[in-house]
C-alpha cells in the first residue's frame, strides 16, 4: 500500500495539470497588447470612433479593438492613427511600447508609398495616369520602403524585446472583373490591386528579417473586395477618408481572424 503522503503527492500533480490544459493560454499570460500602424488598425471606415481619438479615428470596430474585447488583456494600448506613416509611429506610436509588452500589431507603409494620392489620381484621372501614378508607387516601395519599416521593426523589438509582433497586410480593393456598373475601368482597378502586391511582397520580406509574424489579407478579403458579391471595403464615401478602408466586416471578418489564428 502506497503512503497516504504519495497518493496525496500524485492527487495533487493530477489537479494541477488538469488545470493548466483547462485554462487558456491569454488567461494565464495576462496579455499586455499595444496596437500601433495607421488607418487599417484604427479602424477608419467603420462609421463609429471614440471621442477622445479626434483625427485619428480610432473604432470599437476595429479589429484591435474587437480583440481585446474579446480576449481580456491585463493592458490593452490603443495608438494606431488614421493617416500614419512609419515617421509617424515612431513618433507618435513606439512610446506604447516596453519590455512588459507580450503582444503589438500593425499596419504601416501604404500612406509612406502614396496610398492616398494613387487612388485619387485613378479615380478622377484616365487609365494613363492612373497606371503611371501606381507604377511610381511600386517604385517607391521596392527602393526606399524597404529601409523604413527595417527601422520602424527595428525599434519595435527594441523596446518590447519580448512581444509577439504581428504585422498585418492589406486587401487587394478590387474584384477584376467586378459587378460595378460605374466606377472605375478594370484597367485602374488591376493597377490599384498589383500596387497591393507589391506592397505585401515588400512588408512580408521585411517582417520575416524581423522573425515578425505577418499575415496577408488578400486571400482573406477574397469575394469581399470592391465590386465582388459582398464589399467588405468601402468605395468613394462620404467622409471622404472612410473611403477605400475595411468596413465593420472587413475588420471583424476580415483582419480578425488574422490576429486570432496566430494568439487563439
Known sequence: MRPIRTLLSAALAAAAALLTV????????????????????????????????????????SYP????????PASFKF???SGARTGDVLANQISALSASTTL?????????????????????????????RVDQAKAYATGTLPGLLDNVYAQIRNRAPSAKVVV?????????????SVGLSDAKRSAINSAAD??????SGRAAAKSFTFRDLRGAFGGHEICSGDWWLNSLSWPVEESYH??????RLGYLPQLNAVTG
Open 22 to 61: 483547462s485554462v487558456p493560454a491569454q488567461a494565464q499570460a495576462g496579455a499586455n497588447y499595444v496596437a500601433l500602424g495607421d488607418s487599417y488598425s484604427s479602424g477608419t471606415g467603420t462609421g463609429s470612433y471614440y471621442g477622445d481619438s479626434g483625427s485619428c479615428k480610432r473604432s470599437q470596430y
Open 65 to 72: 479593438a474587437l480583440w481585446a474585447a474579446s480576449h481580456a
Open 79 to 81: 495608438v494606431a492613427c
Open 104 to 132: 503589438a500589431t500593425i499596419s504601416i507603409g501604404g500612406n509612406d508609398a502614396g496610398f492616398t494620392d494613387v487612388v485619387s489620381t485613378c479615380t478622377f484621372g484616365s487609365d494613363q495616369s492612373c497606371t503611371t
Open 168 to 180: 498585418l497586410g492589406y486587401p487587394r480593393l478590387y474584384k477584376v472583373p467586378g459587378s460595378c
Open 198 to 203: 507589391t506592397l505585401a511582397s515588400v512588408v
Open 246 to 251: 475595411p468596413n465593420r466586416n472587413g475588420q
